[in-house]
């Protein structure tokens, strides 16, 4: 036993449990608790030898700092895998979890003894990377085989492997009841893996199962009671830490200024981080360690451009050195801590770094908690007074401040240069871009976040094209959505990644990848909060890598760098773990300012307009204002709901008004007036067209008549005389380019003509009726897919007409029609191979593809999700194999070379560019219900990358139109007609009234969809030929009845004349019948004697009729009994053959039976019997076997005869000489078959 008493044995055992897992504000309420339990019990030190020394060392090795609050955390560490085999790290991000156990790692191998210390072999997983049958193992749903899961081969070989190192089994991720409840096994007691396979594997005594997590929000108690705790915390460390560390990392030609550096860390970091975290909002969750990290990232990396630090290149002076170090610590102090927060922030953050830099005391002005250091070191070079700290950066030159508008040079549009291909450089998008620059060179991870529309994304893809070196580096670009998975993004960077060595793979080599991921924050949350794929790309910056999921073999993955944008939090977007985002370097980028914007569209208005009259060019700066009045308008007071989902308004809005103005030639706005029209058209277009009701219509259109006013000082019914607006590039066939439409009838028929025509040679033709709103919808849909990168989002109930619009708009814009046909068999399979055909088509043959996806075709969410990734990279990832890359380079190897681009990836890359610029998508979806609510959330594409048109509910005019289309085949009167089509208008009104009532006294929504309508109409029509055919059926009865009455008159008249002329004729017939009557009685009196004569003889035939009934009976009887025999004599003479004949012919003393059935015959053919002496030799007998053998045993159809003789006449004397054979022994056929079977048959 020990001999330390035992109070202190039990107050060490309760620090040593309880301790590690306590937070430093629960630390000295425990400590005071015990001080009252053990009153004088004074702790020991513990003695744990040379590991304490080693640890420090350990620790110095990795260039880490040996506090004593982290040396701390590696012994309780230590102590709790010594008492418990299950054990969880639980801490905030950069508290030091990961480094803890590296530095016990180092140590445990440094002190080694073969008995408690131990080298370290650690298995580390990400258990939320991969799926669960991944983890553990699953069986194979085809074939019911078992594949192990890469827990259960870390956790066999830590059982297998040789006892004298230490297996630590690391799950470094999120703990959740869905995967953590398998383990309770392991960590009980019992110590044992249990798989579905029915295996078990135990643990080792050297096996710890050990799990790293944030936070243990949905822990089960039952993992958590399992478990030793460890709980570590930022304040165990402090940020100082990691500021020496990297001091000590510090290039040679700087690290002697180190104290100079630390100095300016000292008097900034702690008010800056209680600024950020106190006194401004912050659109994501930082921390204070991650935003400390964020300066040293970007501190080294400017430091890394601006100072020689080669040392073969000349050195700068002493003085010139400490400058740049100073104003790149101030510059990445503002794009670290002061980058974080939202304008409003900036405001505040702007005011207090001026002041932080001038070295005054902040405490008192801004109520800080932190104190402020005895003197505070001032910058060398002050920030300006004018403008923020945001609007300068330091000239390398001349080591002072100067504004980021002067890296704004040499900007000039192409002639030829298409519109949506232009950029302009902005301080905004410098500003992004020089930030990404530094940190991208110096290999750190960056991280854009901000509303959509701040060009976060098109400064970074702008970057990766033209500013990145190709021989350096090259890139891969997708987003994600709510449905992307982690396989999912693992097989998509895999299937780019190229093999460097076993198990090593990355990019071609002597490059570095830059793999930027757009709506990073986008996949959505399980039950439990994780976000798998996150959860993937996480593991790969802690380890370099991950799992192969076939092989289960660890794949490194090298020459990475990860860039992110994403929106910020909420609406929808999940937030991010912080495990993640730590690793990147974070901006968040705020809207443009109405300055930038201006400059921006207005330099490409001018650029445009220039070679337009003089009245037009001078309007660009007007147009240009207008537009973004009216942007700023309806993003402030149009705000999304949960019924207005896609009110979200950015600049890619405004960027559609300015290409839809830029469609136009010289021809189309040859005065001022029609410059305004087309201006006043595309913002109806691409604003109001995606509004719900007249409500918002009519504030928009109140808005667009007071803008008008104020930028181009005219009325609106001065500029726009016919309305609705509509421009059009097909109504004149002379003059087709992008030009107002002025007579609507004229686009009518036209539209009308190119029906007629979509109808002669589809194969399912459309009945449509173009009244005004369907032509206007239809001018909707060509314009959008006349705009390059144009694609369409309809929005409309069932019944409305989008998909059939849309059909006939792809056929007047002469593009391809390209559509799905869905069957009860249509999987994930066909979908893909349907759109492999269809960007094969678009990008191998070039040629423009109108692709219609309807609501209806959308069996899975994972269909939107590819038609999501099309919208925004032209791509589907992991859709082609080897065989179809082949084919693609085949067929794009020639243009791409003379697009100028050369090797494999960049035809690739020309392949997708020319997908998004051939493939116009045009998603027909319903409003009805929460499912597009919740696809615009999960794919915010649709909306961002669509112009969308609201499919409201028919006008007047056109339920008119169609009630006239369909009811002029009816035989109506002119009255009746207009007055039935009015019923019908008026019936489809009140029915939205009464919604529009149900909805304000219920709250539930009722919607009648224009498929109702031409429901009652069909029913109109149905009932009215019912009723016709009814009326007509009667009709014809009452008809046909009056003519048989007619006819009976006529018959009538008929008989009435005949009979006067019968009367004569009459009077005579009655005396004659008189006379008659009397001969009749007479005769009637003969009649009645000679009825009682026939009486008597009808009783005696009687008696004979009863007499002739027996005997036909007994007859009946008789011939009953006879035939059988018959049938049976008849199937006896069949039997014979000629054989059975010859046989009996031959016989020369023939039986007495065979005798008796020859006399037999010789009496059936009438063959008369020769007469012979009798044995007495006195008198003479008849012999009739001779004359038998002669007339008919020797005749050869014999057979035939007796099968075709008359049984039904056979004469009476021959029957009597018959009958007596009958009961003569002799003639019985069994007897006479044993003389002869032919007699025997002819026997029978």
């Known amino acids: 036993g020990s001999s330390r008493p035992e109070g202190v044995l039990a107050l060490s055992a309760l620090n040593d449990v309880n301790l590690p897992k306590f937070t430093a504000n629960d630390i000295p309420l425990f400590l005071g608790i015990t001080g009252d339990l053990f009153p004088g019990v004074q702790m020991p030190p513990s003695d744990y030898g040379t590991l304490i020394g080693q640890l420090e060392s350990a620790a110095r090795d990795l260039t880490l700092q040996p506090q004593s609050g982290f040396i701390k955390k590696c012994i309780q560490l230590w102590e709790t895998i010594m008492v418990r085999h299950g054990l969880m790290l639980v801490g905030a991000t950069i508290s030091g979890k990961t480094e803890v156990e590296n530095v016990l790692a180092g140590a445990l191998a440094a002190v080694a003894d073969g008995e408690n210390y131990l080298p370290v072999q650690m298995h580390k997983i990400n258990p939320k990377s991969i799926k669960q049958g991944q983890l553990y193992g699953d069986f194979d749903e085809n074939t019911h085989e078992w594949s192990d899961g890469i827990l259960a081969l870390a956790v066999r070989f830590a059982a297998n492997a040789d006892r004298s190192k230490r297996q630590w089994v690391m799950l470094d991720g999120p703990v959740d009841a869905v995967w953590i409840e398998n383990m309770n096994t392991v960590l009980d007691d019992n110590k044992k893996l249990c798989l579905n396979s029915g295996e078990i594997i135990k643990l080792t005594p050297v096996t710890t199962m050990m799990f790293e997590v944030e936070d243990l929000a949905v822990a089960s108690p039952a993992t958590v009671s399992r478990c030793g705790m460890v709980f570590s915390e930022q304040v165990d460390i402090g940020w100082r830490v990691l500021a020496q560390s990297w001091c000590e990392r510090l290039p040679e030609r700087v690290r002697e200024y180190s104290a100079q550096i630390t100095e300016l860390f000292e008097s900034c970091v702690d008010c800056m981080w209680e600024m950020c975290s106190r006194k401004v909002k912050q659109p994501l969750v930082v921390n204070q360690h991650w935003l400390v990290g964020n300066l040293l990232h970007l501190y080294l990396a400017l430091i890394n451009a601006e100072i020689p630090l080669d ?128 940190l991208v060179r110096s290999d750190y991870h960056v991280l854009f976040s901000g509303p959509t529309g701040t060009g976060k994304t098109t400064v970074i893809q702008q970057e990766l094209m033209k500013h990145f070196d190709r021989e350096s580096f090259v890139s891969i670009s997708f987003a994600f959505s709510a449905q992307t998975t982690a396989n999912q993004t693992q097989d998509m960077i895999d299937s780019k990644m190229d093999k460097r060595k076993k198990g090593t793979y990355g990019p071609p080599l002597n490059k570095r990848c830059l793999l930027f991921i757009d709506d990073l924050n986008m996949p959505a949350k399980e039950t439990y909060g994780a976000q798998p794929p996150i959860e993937l790309l996480r593991q790969w910056m802690d380890t370099g890598g991950w799992y192969e999921r076939k092989t289960s073999e660890f794949r490194s993955l090298v020459d990475l760098t990860f860039l992110g944008a994403m929106g910020p939090p909420g609406a929808g977007r999940p937030h991010v773990t912080n495990r993640y985002q730590r690793h990147f370097n974070y901006v968040f980028v705020l809207p443009f300012e109405t300055d930038s914007m201006l400059r921006i569209f207005s330099s490409v208005m001018q650029w445009f307009l220039s070679k337009f009259p003089g009245q037009v060019s001078g309007l660009g700066l007007n147009v240009v204002k207008a537009t973004v009045d009216v942007y700023e308008s309806i993003s402030a007071e149009m705000l999304p709901t949960p019924a207005k989902s896609h009110y979200t308004f950015n600049l890619r809005d405004l960027s559609k008004v300015q290409q839809g103005i830029c469609l136009c030639q010289k021809s189309s706005l040859p005065t001022a007036d029609d410059l305004m029209k087309c201006w006043a058209h595309e913002c109806q277009r691409v604003f109001q067209d995606r509004l719900i009701n007249n409500e918002d219509n009519e504030w928009f259109a109140a808005k667009m008549k007071t803008i008008m006013e104020a930028q181009f000082k005219k009325q609106w019914k001065q500029v726009v005389k016919l309305e609705p607006l509509i421009f059009g590039d097909f109504v004149d066939q002379k003059h087709a380019y992008y030009q107002e439409v002025v007579d609507h009838q004229q686009l009518s028929d036209v539209l009308q003509n190119y029906l007629m025509d979509y109808n002669q040679f589809a194969k399912r033709g459309m009945e449509l009726v173009l009244f005004l709103s369907a032509v206007q919808h239809i001018c909707r849909c060509i314009r959008v897919l006349k705009t390059p990168l144009g694609n369409a989002l309809l929005v409309g109930v069932g019944g409305s007409g989008r998909r059939s619009l849309a059909t ?88 791409a070379a003379q697009a100028g681009r050369v090797g494999q990836p960049e035809v690739f890359a020309f392949f997708t560019e020319q997908c998004r610029k051939n493939l116009h998508l045009v998603l027909a979806l319903s409003p009805i219900g929460e499912a597009f609510r919740r696809r615009v959330r999960m794919f915010p594409a649709i909306v961002n990358c669509c112009t969308t048109d609201w499919f409201m509910e028919w006008p007047d005019a056109a339920l008119r139109s169609v009630a006239d289309h369909f009811l002029h085949k009816v035989d109506l009167a002119d009255d009746v007609f207009h007055g039935v089509v009015e019923i019908c208008v008026e019936m489809q009104k009140s029915v939205f009234g009464l919604v529009e009532r149900f909805h304000k006294e219920v709250q539930r929504y009722y919607y009648v969809t224009p498929t109702s309508y031409l429901e009652l109409i069909n029913a109109f029509k149905e009932v009215l030929q019912s009723k016709r055919s009814e009326v007509s059926k009667m009709k014809g009865r009452y008809d046909e009845g009056l003519d048989k009455l007619l006819n009976t008159e006529e018959q009538v008249k008929t008989m009435s004349t005949e009979l006067e002329e019968l009367k004569p004729v009459l009077k005579k017939t009655s005396a004659e019948t008189a006379d008659l009557m009397v001969v009749i009685e007479k005769k009637q009196e003969e009649a009645s004697a000679t009825a009682a004569i026939v009486s008597k003889e009808e009783e005696a035939a009687s008696g004979q009729a009863e007499e002739a009934r027996v005997m036909k009976e007994e007859c009946q009887a008789d011939l009953d009994k006879a035939l059988p025999a018959l049938q049976a004599a008849l199937d006896a003479l069949k039997s014979l053959k000629k054989g059975d004949i010859v046989e009996v012919k031959n016989m020369k003393n023939p039986p007495e039976g065979v005798v008796h059935v020859s006399k037999a015959l010789c009496w059936c053919f009438d063959v008369k019997p020769k007469k012979v002496t009798a044995a007495d030799g006195r008198t003479k007998v008849d012999d009739y076997w001779e004359p038998s053998k002669k007339s008919l045993w020797g005749d050869p159809k014999l057979l035939d005869r007796l099968l075709g003789y008359d049984k039904d006449n056979i004469p009476e004397d021959v029957m009597a000489k018959l009958k007596p054979l009958e009961d003569d022994p002799d003639f019985d056929p069994e007897a006479v078959k044993k003389a002869s079977v032919a007699a025997c048959g002819i026997c029978k």
């Open 311 to 438: 040392p073969n290149t000349k050195d700068i002076s002493q003085k010139e050195k400490e400058l740049k170090l100073d104003l790149l610590f101030w510059l990445s102090l503002v794009w670290s801590f002061g980058c974080t927060t939202d304008a409003d922030g900036r405001g505040v953050l702007n005011d207090f770094i001026k002041e932080l830099a001038q070295g005054k005391q902040m405490q008192e002005k801004y109520q800080l908690i932190c104190t402020d250091p005895e003197s505070r070191p001032s910058a060398k070079v002050p920030f300006p007074d004018d403008g923020t700290v945001y609007d300068y950066y330091p000239n390398g030159q001349s080591n002072k401040w100067e504004l980021w508008t002067k890296r704004i040079t040499g900007f000039d549009i192409p002639k030829d240069a298409q519109v949506h291909t232009v950029i302009v450089p902005t301080v905004d998008t410098v500003r992004n871009a020089f930030l990404l620059q530094m």
């Open 808 to 895: 006939l708009a792809t056929f007047v814009a002469e593009y391809e029609l390209f559509q799905i046909e869905i069957s009860k068999n249509y999987s994930t399979t066909e979908w893909r191979d349907d759109i492999k055909r269809l960007l094969m088509r678009v990008g191998g043959n070039a040629k423009e593809v109108a692709f219609l996806l309807a609501d209806t075709q959308i069996p899975k969410e994972s269909f939107l999700e590819d038609a999501s990734s099309l919208l925004n990279n032209g791509e589907v990832p992991n859709l082609f194999n080897a065989e179809d890359k082949t084919q693609i380079l085949e067929v794009c190897t020639a243009p």
